[in-house]
């Protein structure tokens, strides 16, 4: 109605405006989650950072394991509200299989980490492991599924970064129970915590530089 | 400036708002629809607004509006069609001829 008597653009101003509403589309509809993975990456190194340096093993810890665990479980519980509010705001307003595809997705965290808890507290009361192996067996556990979570996300949308990233956090599952504790807490935080932070980055990047590939195709 | 030669641009996405429209429809995955509303804040459109250029856009085949109904409140969905999609591309590629035959000014 209005826009019709606008001034024609040129070829320039017009592929001007495309780049500008396709950024704004990608943002919005989360094509980029680096600051998803951004806010995981401080959860990981800050929270098993403070658990590894509070490990009793050290001549001076830094906290009492005690608070350490509170903060990490804090951290932890910050993070799953973030992403759970991430995920709704991207879907809002959007419906067909990407939308049922992100809730699937998100219900499958939620779950196999339930049945995870359920299988290892049952583990350590069956067991009665001592701490180092109730540790070992959370951090091993818990990163692979982690890991596998991610390469199910890489295999979901087809994204080779997120399968990488999900390879690297089983191997880091594998890692952690070799190395034994408290190296575990630094393989939790610096390896897997870091490794959160690079694939933040790598996003992070790619969204600055708009991908301009995708136009000129 | 040598118009005659020069590729023809699609009169129904050439127009500052129906561009947006398709870009942002463009965006959506396969087989994704958007509601009204959300179209309506990816755009920052007035209603009025958005709603003439659907009709637009409808008419020329390019996207496809359904009306549905989730627990009994009536809502508008949108999706851009593989016509709309073919329409967008080809604007593209003539966006990129002009702009090399101009020699980017």
């Known amino acids: ?217 | 400036m040598t118009e005659a030669s020069l590729p023809e641009l699609d009169p129904v996405i050439h127009a500052q708002a129906r561009l947006r429209v398709t870009v942002a429809l463009a965006g959506l995955h396969h087989g994704d629809q958007i509601t009204f509303p959300r179209l309506q804040q990816l755009l920052d459109m007035t209603a009025g607004n958005l709603s003439t250029h659907l009709r637009k856009l409808e008419d020329a085949e390019y996207v496809e509006i359904t009306k549905a109904y989730e627990h009994r409140t009536p809502v508008t969905l949108v999706k851009l069609t593989a016509k709309g999609r073919a329409a967008f591309e080809s604007y593209t590629t003539a966006l990129h001829r002009l702009l090399d035959a101009t020699g980017g000014s």
């Open chain 1, 1 to 217: 109605m209005d826009d019709d008597e606008e001034q024609p653009m040129s070829a320039a101003e017009s592929l001007n405006l495309i780049a500008r509403q396709d950024e704004r589309t990608r943002r919005e509809l989360g094509a980029s989650p680096a600051r998803l993975l951004g806010v995981w990456a401080f959860t990981w190194l800050v929270g098993w950072g403070l658990v590894f340096l509070a490990d009793e093993s050290h001549a001076r810890p830094l906290m009492p394991g005690w608070v350490a665990g509170i903060v990490v479980a804090v951290l932890f519980v910050a993070a799953i509200v973030y992403s759970a509010y991430y995920g709704s705001r991207i879907s809002r307003g959007i419906r067909g299989p990407s939308r049922r595809i992100g809730a699937m997705y998100g219900w499958s965290w939620m779950i196999s980490f339930a049945a995870l808890s359920l299988i290892n507290i049952s583990v350590m009361n069956a067991g009665r492991l001592d701490p180092h192996t109730i540790s070992l067996l959370w951090s091993g556990t818990s990163l692979l599924l982690t890991g596998v979570m991610y390469l199910a996300g890489g295999m979901l949308w087809q994204d080779k970064l997120q399968y990488g990233f999900g390879v690297w956090i089983v191997v880091c599952g594998g890692a952690s129970v070799l190395v034994g504790v408290p190296g575990n807490f630094l393989v939790l935080s610096l390896a897997g915590g870091g490794g959160f932070l690079v694939a933040s980055l790598v996003y992070f990047v790619r969204e600055r530089r708009g991908r301009p590939a995708r136009e000129t195709t």
